[in-house]
Antibody, heavy 116, light 110 residues
Framework: QVQLRQSGPGLVKPSQTLSLTCAISGDSVSSKSAAWSWIRQSPSRGLEWLGRTYYRSKWFNDYAVSVKSRISINPDTSKNQFSLHLNSVTPEDTAVYYC??????WGQGTLVTVSS | QSVLTQPPSASGTPGQRVTMSCSGS????????VNWHQQLPGTAPKLLIYDNNQRPSGVPDRFSGSKSGTSASLAISGLQSEDEADYYC???????????FGGGTKLTVL
């Protein structure tokens, strides 16, 4: 049974970088049949997919157009986890952030507030 | 404005069968499979249906999904009070090269 456990700060200052980590148990970040996504949810934007990383003999990333210039999603095979980095944040980036296995389990969610 | 369109609300009484729809386009549902996610109040979403009509282990067979053309549906039979939740459809969008979601349907069990 796949379980995802998120960690990271709940408060980020404007213009700084939002960083979250998602630890995987019951599966491998390097699995050739899985993809690992970050999704956020806010009252104004609903569920918004941000991007994903996956391994198919080499690593690939897909990113949403809305955040493409500011986002990086990186796997860490040594710790079986993946991370989200979103830079130059503004209050509009305030949301609950989730990691998820595509067509699979979700993390518990992290409320990230962007405020000085 | 979500890429996939869902009615904002649905309701039913215990024991009833309810359905909810999800409308997309040729680049989303028309070419790709549909997932459904259930979000109980105050919790993270949970995968309910994948690949149009497949249930993950542990999901009761009261939940079923279907797809036709550029639309999909989720049906819940034998409605129970614990089914009161928000339901979201999702599909890959070939034009955007990313996952897209519906705005969600809030199910109320009367």
């Amino acid at each position: 049974q796949v379980q995802l456990r998120q960690s990271g700060p709940g408060l980020v200052k404007p213009s700084q970088t939002l960083s979250l980590t998602c630890a995987i148990s019951g599966d491998s970040v390097s699995s050739k049949s899985a993809a690992w996504s970050w999704i956020r949810q806010s009252p104004s934007r609903g569920l918004e997919w941000l991007g994903r990383t996956y391994y198919r003999s080499k690593w690939f990333n897909d990113y949403a157009v809305s955040v493409k210039s500011r986002i990086s999603i990186n796997p860490d095979t040594s710790k079986n986890q993946f991370s989200l980095h979103l830079n130059s944040v503004t209050p509009e980036d305030t949301a609950v952030y989730y990691c998820a296995r595509d067509s699979g389990a979700w993390g518990q969610g992290t409320l990230v507030t962007v405020s000085s | 404005q979500s890429v996939l369109t869902q009615p904002p609300s649905a309701s039913g009484t215990p024991g009833q069968r309810v359905t909810m729809s999800c409308s997309g386009s040729s680049s989303t549902i028309g070419r790709n499979t549909v997932n459904w996610h259930q979000q109980l109040p105050g919790t993270a979403p949970k995968l309910l249906i994948y690949d149009n009509n497949q249930r993950p282990s542990g999901v009761p067979d009261r939940f079923s999904g279907s797809k036709s053309g550029t639309s999909a549906s989720l049906a819940i039979s034998g409605l129970q009070s614990e089914d009161e939740a928000d339901y979201y459809c999702a599909a890959w969008d070939d034009s955007l090269s990313g996952w897209v979601f519906g705005g969600g349907t809030k199910l109320t069990v009367l």
